[in-house]
T-cell receptor
């Protein structure tokens, strides 16, 4: 069975500081991995995805993530955050089709001025 | 058009009411999904439609009834819901990744 663990439920950070949101997955088969962002009272927006190929994946809004198969991790990073990055971030792994997703519990990123 | 549109955005219904949630996409995606998201929790899969046929039902109670009338539309019919069914209901469609709608915030009173 597949599962996703987001190790931090909340990450407070100051504006312009770097941030890393951690995600580990468990799967016995090849995986497709995703990071989604959810702003208050909104749906989910895809930040980036790993389907195959290069293990360093770049996404929207300056975010990137690295797929590490040996450590079963897919951590999300941004070198300098903005107030507007305050949101809930979900790591997800697909089961079969790319829309059939198992989500981690989410990490609330709070960017302070 | 790269959007998934959900209507209504907000819905308040009584426990004896019948209502429907609607989802529409025009990206040509042949897989569509319903997710339920309780407050401060991640989304949880409810149903998967593939080529307009129900392929996955994650043991959802029968008071939730999905319908896929055509390749662009997905409905979720609601009947005799309970207060604990109050949640954000998200629709998604996918090809290489899932596109999510903005959701319907449902309150059952």
């Amino acid at each position: 069975a597949q599962s996703v663990t987001q190790l931090d439920s909340q990450v407070p950070v100051f504006e312009e500081a770097p941030v890393e949101l951690r995600c580990n997955y468990s799967s016995s088969v090849s995986v497709y991995l995703f990071w989604y962002v959810q702003y208050p009272n909104q749906g989910l927006q895809l930040l980036l995805k790993y389907l195959s190929g290069s293990t360093l994946v770049k996404g929207i809004n300056g975010f990137e993530a690295e797929f590490n198969k040996s450590q079963t991790s897919f951590h999300l990073r941004k070198p300098s955050v903005h107030i507007s990055d305050t949101a809930e971030y979900f790591c997800a792994v697909s089961r079969g089709s790319q829309g059939n997703l198992i989500f981690g519990k989410g990490t609330k990123l709070s960017v302070k001025p | 058009d790269t959007e998934v549109t959900q209507t209504p955005k907000h819905l308040v219904m009584g426990m004896t009411n019948k209502k429907s949630l609607k989802c529409e996409q025009h990206m040509g995606h042949r897989a569509m999904y319903w997710y339920k998201q309780k407050a401060k929790k991640p989304p949880e899969l409810m149903f998967v439609y593939s080529y307009e046929k129900l392929s996955i039902n994650e043991s959802v109670p029968s008071r939730f009834s999905p319908e896929c009338p055509n390749s662009s539309l997905l409905n979720l019919h609601l009947h005799a819901l309970q207060p604990e069914d109050s949640a954000l209901y998200l629709c998604a469609s996918s090809q290489d990744w899932a596109f999510f709608g903005q959701g319907t915030r449902l309150t059952v009173v």
